[in-house]
């Protein structure tokens, strides 16, 4: 009722004036004739002009590499839904009682007062990413966020090994901390991922795909996760801090940053190509640059000052 509809949508659909409007608007400027409005709405013409030049999506696009990668975008898709799955989080959310009482020996009652306390704890650290996400980018946090939950596990199994009261207490303590760290990174970014890793065309086919699987791994995890702890105890953390250390060097090597990047942008974001899509040997995982910052920096350099629009018409 309130909100605009998506320029792209707009444009896509014939309504140019209104998605110039739009992005005007997004832009902060006061006329559709701003060079800024004018670059966004012929990128993003472009844009579409290139997503509608193959004619009617197929399935089969899904499995197509080259400079675009869907292969490779679905893979992350998929990728990013299952480590999430198996960092344990859904061992804690959904049998932390059991967890309490089968693995560290407490009593049913207080079993399910730490269990109710840990959810708790799981809904205040999902309020984390609202200041982190877009300060910090998706690839560091994952990447904290992973370390932070093996650590946790490793120190969990490692009390309890003692089978000690006290130690006990103190794995309690690394589960809560597992808790801040997972809304630190695990929790939200496999949600948003997927979104934005994918190009327009296959947008809604990559979520779909990855909110499959990570049901499915949901599933999985719950149904192994009781005779896991029935069978080996405590000892089933360090599987799962095996799992979250394992995460580490596979976002460092093949998941791209995609803060700050415009849609236009995330579509030549494996250009570069390679197996890790130049991944691997980009600074900080950024394989393309904003369109916008060296633009900026071409006026800057240019003698006497450049007119935007010759450099909106290079770009």
């Known amino acids: 009722m309130v909100l605009p509809d998506s320029p792209r949508w707009l444009i896509a659909h014939g309504y140019k004036d209104e998605g110039a409007q739009v992005i005007a608007m997004l832009e902060d400027r ?44 679905i893979c992350l898709c998929i990728g990013v839904n299952v480590m999430q799955q198996f960092t344990g989080a859904n061992m804690i959310n959904y049998l932390a009682p059991v967890v309490y009482q089968n693995t560290m ?5 207080l079993s399910l007062i730490l269990g109710g306390c ?12 609202l200041w982190t996400v877009d300060r910090f980018g ?32 103190g794995a309690t303590a690394m589960v809560f901390l597992f808790q801040i760290f997972l809304g630190i990174g695990y929790l939200p970014i496999p949600w948003l991922y997927p979104a934005e890793i994918s190009t327009t065309k296959i947008r809604a086919r990559g979520s779909a795909i990855s909110s499959f699987f990570n049901w499915m791994c949901v599933f999985a995890v719950v149904e192994m996760t009781p005779p896991a702890i029935a069978n080996i105890s405590w000892r089933v953390f360090i599987i799962f801090a095996i799992f979250n250390a ?25 250009d570069k190509g390679g197996i890790t899509g130049g991944v691997w040997e980009s600074k900080g995982g950024r394989t393309v640059e904003k369109r916008r910052d060296v633009g900026i920096d071409a006026d800057i350099n240019a003698e006497g000052g450049s007119d935007i629009r010759e450099d909106t018409e290079k770009f």
């Open 30 to 73: 006061d006329s559709t004739d701003h060079p800024d409005v004018i670059r966004v709405l012929n990128e993003i013409q472009a844009s579409l002009e290139q997503e509608s030049a193959g004619g009617p999506f197929r399935y089969r696009e899904l499995f197509e590499g080259g400079p675009i990668g869907n292969f490779r975008r």
């Open 105 to 109: 020996g407490l009593s049913r009652d």
């Open 138 to 169: 998706r690839r560091p946090l994952l990447m904290t966020s992973a370390a932070g939950l093996s650590v946790c596990f490793i120190v969990a199994a490692a009390l309890l090994s003692t089978g000690t009261r006290p130690a006990a207490f």
């Open 246 to 270: 394992c995460w580490i060097p596979l976002v460092y090597a093949f998941f791209p940053e995609t803060k700050g990047l415009e849609l236009e942008e995330i579509d030549h974001i494996f």
């Open 118 to 129: 840990t959810a708790i704890t799981y809904m205040v650290a999902s309020f984390i990413p």
